[in-house]
């Protein structure tokens, strides 16, 4: 008798779950507005598509002629809601990757998506020109990506560099800079002769890594980028001598080189050229530079300490969790002797830097930073999701195919909404797992299931803090 009233517990709970999940694909269980992604905008729009970090792209979004008002905005919405009521009965079906869609409904969802844009511009308008930033406010609208040219003042303000208050910024900034300047002098700018072995070798090996540093890029193959990439990472390694310089550091420097370059330079990243740039500007760039790095690896200096625990910890963590979703992949890896260390450390070590197009690395850094303190432990959920994208494929590879696939992922021509979709699954993966761990496998279910319509949401609804629990 007690079994039976168990599996109708069960039964009763798995039926509730599928009944949350489908009303949130509705938009029913998300406060507010139901979201279209920014890459319903024509592909053809340089803008997003090209690793553009100039104001071109900001003032688009945040000019008073593309700004809609009220009705249109709700026009958009009502647009995309009904578009969402005439699939619901299907949605146990995943929907059809050729379905066809009129010019006039392409149009409806551009104009969604600008009104979005728009709104989340003004949002962010309104947080920081205030005189005091409300850094949880900022966290929450950051996660789901950061206009370009608000960009390097958000970033600065979620680690901790600049401070909340307005009055108080620029000097501060002013200080930390000169702070910098001075470290330069002592320790980088000093013959070798006045270096021990340990520091000679240090920096050898930089200048060594330094040119290898997002290859495919070709901005961080001049030379004086090159060079102030180096006189940050042998700054650093000094100052923290636990750890001193680690090979992938190198990689973790170079958004924050592009965002902070961008407050100078405009249009796109391949035709940047640093020379452009005054003296003072790039050293002002080198020392925020600087400092938001090691504000970043102050959440994570064991990841860097000798043997890496920080990173082995996360590394068995992955493992664990993957084995929790996707039980099948994670059989045939270990049937194929392929442990999670072969492929996943360099995720950790850096970030995905080295996995997905460079274009696409500094929103993924928008929700790192928002992440704050907690950022470690979210990363295992954000490379659970990246890795379960190739679920099908992986399953039928041999041990060297997945070793040669995982070290090559098929990442070249990602755009946004990919992305998107990753950090999509992994903020409802993690949200879940902390209200009901034991129904992790079944949401994961539920979500490939109706994969294609998780299209329709936006991070920054999955993301909301008064967001309804998908399992209450």
């Keep these: 008798m007690k079994n039976s009233d168990s599996n109708s517990s069960l039964d009763s709970r798995i039926n509730q779950t599928l009944k949350n999940v489908q009303g949130l694909l509705k938009g029913r269980s998300i406060p507010g507005k139901v979201l279209l992604t920014r890459r319903a905008d024509p592909p053809e729009d340089p803008s997003l598509r ?28 009502d647009t995309s809601k009904q578009q969402n009521n005439n699939t619901s009965a299907n949605k146990l079906k995943p929907m059809s990757s050729n379905v066809e869609i009129t010019s006039k409904e392409v149009q409806k969802s551009v104009m ?25 406010k900022l966290r929450e609208l950051a996660w789901s990506g950061v206009p370009p040219y608000m960009r390097p003042n958000t970033w600065r303000l979620l680690l901790g560099y600049a401070p909340p208050n307005s009055d108080r910024r620029e000097g501060i900034l002013r200080r930390k800079r000169l702070e910098y300047f001075d470290c330069v002098a002592q320790f980088y700018d000093i013959p070798d002769t006045e270096r021990s072995d340990d520091e000679i070798n240090m920096l050898r090996q930089i200048s060594v890594d330094c040119p290898r540093t997002v290859p495919d890029v070709t901005f961080f193959q001049q030379e004086q980028v090159q060079k102030s990439l180096e006189r ?124 997905i197009p460079f274009h696409l690395v500094t929103r993924l850094w928008d929700t790192y930073l928002a992440e704050g303190d907690a950022l470690p432990d979210f990363l295992v959920y954000i490379f659970a999701s990246f890795l379960l994208t190739w679920s099908e494929e992986l399953q039928k590879l041999d041990f060297q195919e997945l070793v040669m696939f995982l070290q090559h992922l098929p990442t070249e021509n990602w755009t946004h909404q990919e992305l998107e979709m990753v950090l999509s699954r992994a903020f409802m993966w993690h949200r879940t797992d902390s209200k009901v761990p034991s129904l992790l496998t079944f949401k994961y279910m539920v979500l490939q299931i109706s ?22």
């Design 451 to 472: 994969h294609n319509d998780l299209s329709i949401l936006s991070t920054e609804n999955l993301q909301k803090k008064s967001t309804t629990s998908l399992f209450t």
């Design 112 to 136: 969604g998506a600008r009104a979005t844009d728009s709104a989340r511009v003004m949002k962010f308008t309104k947080e920081l020109s205030g005189s005091t930033v409300i850094l949880e």
């Design 232 to 355: 940050i990472l042998y700054t650093w390694a000094i100052r923290h001598p636990a750890s001193g310089y680690v090979q992938g550091i190198n990689d973790l420097a170079t958004p924050f080189l592009v965002v902070f370059l961008s407050e100078h330079l405009e249009g796109d990243i391949l035709k940047w050229s640093i020379s452009d740039l005054s003296p003072d500007k790039i050293s002002n760039v080198e020392a925020d530079c600087y400092w938001c790095l090691s504000k970043l690896l102050d959440g994570m200096q064991d990841h860097y300490t000798f043997a890496q625990p920080g990173i082995q910890r996360l590394v068995f963590k992955l493992k664990e969790l993957v084995n929790r979703i996707d039980e099948p992949v994670s059989r045939h890896m270990e049937e194929q002797g392929l442990e999670f260390l072969q492929f996943a450390f360099r995720w950790f070590n850096c970030l995905l830097i080295r996995e």
């Design 50 to 77: 090209s690793p553009t970090f100039g104001r071109s792209f900001s003032e688009i979004d945040a000019g008073t002629s593309d700004l809609m008002d009220m009705s249109k905005e709700e026009e958009a919405q």
